[in-house]
């Protein structure tokens, strides 16, 4: 038998092979109860049983073969060939033995074979079909010719019986052309298929290496593909179903307007409060955007930085310099506006006077603030207890500023220090309690410091009661002159963020009910280490 069944694994066998396998064995299950069910209740009416106890075992025995036939199939093991040509085997011997003890022809049991020989034609190879087609046919003819020989039967039962018997070759050839289709069909969707998967891994390898973030969506707005990149750049974390409105609900909003052909707006949008800021690209797949698109997401903050950091590097000597000289003629205009204070002038004087010295002051700040982008690399680090360099320095703040008592109120926890420069730190706070002056109701308790650890980090909070700022203006909060006062020169957030960086702290606003609260955030570095930085 092995000499007719060829290697076949069932990685090259198709599916419907196995389920057309398994259905003839659930065929051949029916069978042989159905058999049992009429010898035992249709004895005479339905056959005329030559041995009723021969019939009842050779039923039987066709049950319990396809019965242990279920567990090869389940586990398709041994290979599909071999359980095929054994399922064969079972069929031509048990049907053959049926047709002998029962008595009857080429309309009895010998019909069921018909169905095996349909089977017989998933086999590989002709020459198997043939074989096994002609082996099923002389066991038909033979029982023929025996019933014919004992008088049984006539003659013509031997022409039915060639009938049959030519029946199984063309059932069996006509099984094997419609399996050939069926494999060459199976061979060209595998192929397909393989060639499917190297693509989708080509695709989702040269998305995960672009240099940009990159993410495909459907036409739901959910998420299909996307690099590392784009959770990164979103702060996210993409999970199967995710749709933009879920994961990133500001770029769903402009793929809303987008798909509506609304215009996009030209500035970046950012995600969070301190997030990057990102300039979304939506590449359509067809004109009526209504089948999702690819979105490139291109990271600003360091393009942005990049430009604010060549534009002041431009400007850096030009300001100083204007800066130092600005500076004489201005300690020249205060010196005569403090003469003519000591005149007595009338109303109108003491007025231009004040006019003069308030701008002075203006000026003056601006000077300083000028020149505070020359000195940021000019520092000294050392290890500063907060719980005294705070309250030391509100003292001083509110004394030149005016501030009444009461207004800042100072909450510290543990022992917290910090490694930083004092110079630095000190202008750091005089930028953030000046904004918070500034807008706050003014009302005792209005301006809150708490200076807390948290873990390794040391955190100094400034919170003060005025209005929330603006999303749009909280995107810019931190770049240089921009300002929403016109007393203002909008480098105050942006020189205290820039001495935060280079003391290795960092400097972030976040949105507080009933206010708003700007942390400066550093580790928290004892003398010694401290003393490694210093320079």
């Not at 090259?12 to 035992?40: C, H, K, M």
């Not at 769903?252 to 052909?261: D, H, N, T």
């Not at 050392?382 to 008592?405: C, I, K, M, N, W």
């Amino acid at each position: 038998m092995a000499d007719f069944v060829p290697a076949a694994t069932r990685e090259d066998v198709p599916e419907s092979f196995w389920r057309a396998l398994a259905q003839l064995n659930y065929f051949r299950l029916f069978v042989a109860i159905t058999l049992i069910l009429a010898g035992l209740t249709l004895r005479d009416a339905f056959l005329v049983l030559r041995d009723g106890t021969w019939f009842m075992g050779i039923c039987a025995t066709y049950f319990l073969t396809g019965w242990i036939f279920l567990g090869s199939l389940r586990k398709r093991t041994p290979a599909f060939e071999v359980q095929l040509v054994r399922h064969v085997i079972v069929d031509i011997v048990c049907i053959g033995a049926l047709m002998q003890v029962s008595g009857s022809g080429t309309t009895g049991p010998g019909l069921l074979l018909i169905v095996s020989m349909a089977a017989v034609g998933m086999l590989r190879q002709r020459r198997h079909i043939f074989f096994w087609a002609a082996l099923a046919a002389l066991v038909v003819l033979a029982q023929q010719l025996w019933l014919v020989l004992t008088g049984h039967a006539g003659p013509e039962t031997l022409a039915r019986g060639g009938v049959l018997a030519a029946s199984f070759f063309g059932v069996a050839l006509l099984a094997h052309i419609q399996a050939v289709g069926a494999l060459g069909a199976s061979s060209l969707a595998r192929e397909r298929s393989l060639q499917m998967e190297r693509m989708a891994r080509i695709n989702a390898r040269m998305i995960q290496e672009l240099p940009y973030a990159v993410m495909a969506v459907d036409d739901g707005g959910e998420v299909l593909q996307y690099n590392a990149q784009a959770e990164a750049l979103l702060a996210t974390r993409f999970h199967p179903g995710c749709s933009l409105s879920q994961c990133a609900p500001q770029l769903a909003m402009l793929w809303s307007r987008w798909r509506q052909q609304q215009s996009l707006p030209a500035h970046p949008f950012q995600e969070g409060d301190e997030g990057r800021r990102i300039l979304p690209r939506f590449i359509e797949l067809e004109p009526s955007r209504r089948q999702g698109a690819v979105v490139v997401l291109q990271d600003m903050t360091a393009l942005e930085a990049q430009a604010q950091r060549m534009k002041l590097a431009s400007l850096g000597m030009l300001t100083a310099n204007l800066a130092h000289e600005i500076r004489n003629p201005l300690s020249a205009i205060r010196h005569a506006a403090g003469l003519l204070q000591e005149e007595k002038a009338d109303e109108l004087g003491t007025r231009l006077i004040r006019i003069i010295n308030d701008n002075v002051t203006r000026l003056n700040s601006l000077v300083e603030d000028v020149l505070a982008l020359n000195r940021r690399d000019r520092m000294q680090r050392r290890d500063l207890a907060l719980d005294e360099v705070v309250p030391r320095f509100v003292a001083q703040f509110s004394q030149r500023e005016g501030v009444p008592e009461g207004i800042i109120r100072i909450q510290t926890q543990g022992d917290p220090h910090l490694c930083m420069d004092e110079n630095h730190l000190e202008q750091i706070l005089w930028n953030l309690l000046r904004n918070a002056w500034r807008y706050c109701t003014r009302e005792p308790g209005s301006i809150r410091m708490r200076v807390a650890e948290a873990g390794r980090q040391v955190e100094l909070d400034i919170i003060n009661d005025g209005p929330a700022i603006p999303m749009e203006t909280r995107i810019r909060l931190f770049e240089p002159f921009n300002t929403t006062s016109k007393q203002g020169t909008g480098l105050g957030l942006y020189i205290a963020r820039d001495l935060a960086e280079v003391n290795g702290a960092s400097l972030h606003y976040q949105d507080v009910q009933g206010g708003v609260l700007f942390r400066l955030s550093g580790a928290r570095v004892d003398a010694a280490s401290c003393g490694e930085h210093a320079r």
